[in-house]
């Protein structure tokens, strides 16, 4: 089978032509409108004061004083060896993330030009 057979001439009609002419105007003129931009903050203000005080709550003086009796009973379990040391090693990791993770998740941002 020749080549020649296999390859079909491209074309494209005049109505793909008008809707991407159309297209490329409606993305014209949304970009062009910056106050679009600024108004879809105040839609999402609700949103982030919700995760705001979750985070709040889950880095706060809760969170703490429940990450400072995991490590306790780690402790305790891990001196009389009753717990794997997986489970050990498992639980102060995951304490290092729940505190860590605004950190780690600013340096992910800065690594990736945000």
């Known amino acids: 089978m020749k080549i020649s057979h296999c390859i079909k001439k491209i074309t494209v009609s005049s109505r793909s032509r008008q809707v991407a002419v159309h297209g490329l105007a409606l993305a014209v003129i949304l970009v062009g409108q910056t106050d679009l931009a600024f108004a879809a903050g105040d839609v999402f203000q609700p949103i982030q004061s919700v ?5 709040n709550f889950m880095t706060g003086t809760f969170a703490t004083t429940a990450a400072t009796i995991a490590c306790a009973a780690v402790g305790y379990l891990a001196l009389t060896s009753r717990i794997p040391w997986s489970w050990c090693f498992s639980i102060i990791v995951g304490i290092a993330f729940i505190f860590g993770g605004s950190q780690l998740v600013a340096s992910m941002q800065s690594g990736l030009g945000g």
């Open 51 to 55: 995760f705001t005080t979750l985070l």
